[in-house]
């Protein structure tokens, strides 16, 4: 090798590693910008809340995130019914808010109201201005643990909660009716999610005698242990009519009892 070819060698080597450098030097700029992004605005990182009507498992029980109010002096109401509720009725309720679902998040002060055994509002006070979420952990003793954690927080979206204007404390008569209106709301939903259900199984019913239909008629035209196939699928087929046929049966019940539910509680409305 000459001296010439070695220079340029040199010369292309230098080249090559002031290109890894920059390249290194941008990656590294990268993570930094990410990593000040993650600590000065933690809240536009993959993070998403809990919409209205939505359930969600917090120790023993499942509530609904029921409702949420905002208020122009910083307030929010937020309604929690209780679908499956273990609650303990000898021990007391607890709530805890944050703004964020870690230990450094800021508690709100907040306050919790029994509606009735299986609804509770949470009046949160003092909201930072554009928290699109709370963190929110609800429960008596037993179902949350020793103590209101914020690991086990659940997150909510209140940036769309409706505007109540200025806050002024609830009546009990107030709060019963904004129940009752729940609980109407609730029924109806479950009535509609029902009536969903019978339509499908209906829809099932028919296609599947269909198929009976085709079995019996393709039975008359086969002998031995095709036959002897054909008649342990009609058998199956038929199965799968009355399964159906009992479920169609019994969420007709459970809209009627549903229906009925809901009356009684429109009933008590104002």
């Given at each position: 090798?000459?001296?010439?070819?070695?220079?340029?060698?040199?010369?292309?080597?230098?080249?090559?590693?002031?290109?890894?450098?920059?390249?290194?030097?941008?990656?590294?700029?990268?993570?930094?910008?990410?990593?000040?992004?993650?600590?000065?605005?933690?809240?536009?990182?993959?993070?998403?809340?809990?919409?209205?009507?939505?359930?969600?498992?917090?120790?023993?029980?499942?509530?609904?995130?029921?409702?949420?109010?905002?208020?122009?002096?910083?307030?929010?109401?937020?309604?929690?019914?209780?679908?499956?509720?273990?609650?303990?009725?000898?021990?007391?309720?607890?709530?805890?808010?944050?703004?964020?679902?870690?230990?450094?998040?800021?508690?709100?002060?907040?306050?919790?109201?029994?509606?009735?055994?299986?609804?509770?509002?949470?009046?949160?006070?003092?909201?930072?201005?554009?928290?699109?979420?709370?963190?929110?952990?609800?429960?008596?003793?037993?179902?949350?643990?020793?103590?209101?954690?914020?690991?086990?927080?659940?997150?909510?979206?209140?940036?769309?909660?409706?505007?109540?204007?200025?806050?002024?404390?609830?009546?009990?008569?107030?709060?019963?009716?904004?129940?009752?209106?729940?609980?109407?709301?609730?029924?109806?939903?479950?009535?509609?999610?029902?009536?969903?259900?019978?339509?499908?199984?209906?829809?099932?019913?028919?296609?599947?005698?269909?198929?009976?239909?085709?079995?019996?008629?393709?039975?008359?035209?086969?002998?031995?242990?095709?036959?002897?196939?054909?008649?342990?699928?009609?058998?199956?087929?038929?199965?799968?009519?009355?399964?159906?046929?009992?479920?169609?049966?019994?969420?007709?019940?459970a809209i009627n009892n549903a229906r009925d539910a809901r009356a009684n509680y429109g009933e008590k409305l104002n």
């Amino acid at each position: 090798m000459d001296v010439e070819e070695k220079h340029v060698q040199i010369l292309d080597h230098n080249k090559a590693e002031k290109r890894f450098k920059k390249l290194f030097g941008w990656i590294l700029a990268a993570i930094g910008m990410t990593l000040v992004l993650f600590v000065v605005f933690p809240k536009n990182i993959n993070e998403s809340g809990l919409t209205t009507s939505k359930s969600f498992v917090m120790g023993e029980n499942t509530f609904i995130y029921a409702n949420a109010k905002r208020y122009s002096n910083q307030t929010y109401r937020l309604g929690f019914y209780v679908s499956d509720n273990q609650l303990d009725p000898l021990a007391a309720v607890r709530a805890k808010v944050r703004t964020k679902s870690h230990e450094n998040g800021e508690i709100l002060s907040s306050s919790l109201t029994q509606v009735s055994p299986d609804y509770y509002v949470v009046t949160v006070k003092q909201v930072p201005k554009k928290q699109a979420l709370l963190y929110v952990v609800i429960g008596d003793k037993k179902t949350t643990g020793s103590g209101l954690e914020a690991a086990n927080s659940q997150a909510l979206l209140v940036q769309k909660a409706k505007n109540a204007g200025t806050y002024k404390r609830p009546t009990t008569h107030q709060l019963q009716q904004e129940y009752l209106a729940y609980m109407v709301k609730y029924y109806s939903q479950k009535i509609q999610k029902l009536e969903r259900k019978v339509a499908k199984n209906k829809s099932n019913i028919a296609k599947l005698k269909k198929i009976l239909s085709k079995q019996n008629q393709s039975l008359d035209l086969q002998t031995g242990s095709q036959k002897s196939d054909t008649k342990s699928k009609i058998a199956q087929t038929k199965s799968s009519i009355k399964q159906h046929q009992t479920s169609v049966k019994n969420f007709e019940k459970a809209i009627n009892n549903a229906r009925d539910a809901r009356a009684n509680y429109g009933e008590k409305l104002n």
